[in-house]
């Protein structure tokens, strides 16, 4: 006897059809293994803070075990869907973090980058996520997945949600703004 499962009312909790003969289904254990360390490096760059980084990739992964049954092969591979996973929440966290200590936090570390001399290794990575936490953040999105994600312009584009030449532009204007800052601390 065949029993269908119960109706769902939200479409995006519905099953999606049945794929391809030639596309085998998408299985969660092969995409967490693929992408965990990828999604991992991406989100502790993006935010700098390792317990966040690690709540924010249980909250992307429980996303995509939650929606992998209704993903639906559009073409594009399936590491561009979850990396716009992981850039949503990303940027909700800074938001909400932006909300909370913006004024007070940011006035502190750029009077301190400017106050102090050239680093080097770990203290320029440093410098450089937090010059970037104080982009806006359609800038931050795009300069954080292309180079500390080192995704291509295109996968970038596609994480996003814009065309290639918008992220060309942004990424030029955050450079822009990068060379400012720097220039003011030196």
């Known amino acids: ?15 999606s059809p049945p794929a391809a003969a030639s596309a085998p289904p998408v299985d969660f254990r092969t ?5 965990y360390q990828p999604v991992a490096n991406y989100l502790l760059r993006r935010t700098g803070d390792a317990h966040a980084t690690e709540d924010l990739l249980a909250d992307v992964f429980l996303s995509v075990f939650r929606a992998l049954p209704a993903y639906r092969d559009r073409g594009l591979p399936i590491r561009h869907w979850v990396f716009k ?17 913006r004024l007070l936090a940011m ?17 320029a990575r440093e410098t450089a996520r937090a010059l970037l936490a104080t982009m806006p953040i359609a800038l ?3 300069a954080a997945l292309h180079w500390l994600g080192e995704c291509p312009l295109a996968e970038v584009a596609a994480v996003v949600g814009v065309p290639v030449g918008t992220v060309k532009s942004r990424l030029a204007r955050a450079r822009e703004l990068l060379r400012e800052r720097m220039e003011h601390r030196q």
């Open 107 to 123: 006035r502190a570390d750029v009077a301190d980058l400017v106050a102090r001399p050239a680093d080097t290794g770990l203290e």
């Open 1 to 15: 006897m065949n029993v269908d499962p119960a109706p769902t009312t939200h479409p995006r909790l519905r099953p």
């Open 140 to 142: 931050q999105e795009v």
């Open 85 to 101: 996973i992981a850039n949503r929440m990303a940027t909700r966290w800074l938001r909400r973090r932006h909300a909370e200590h």
């Open 31 to 35: 995409v967490y293994t693929t992408l």
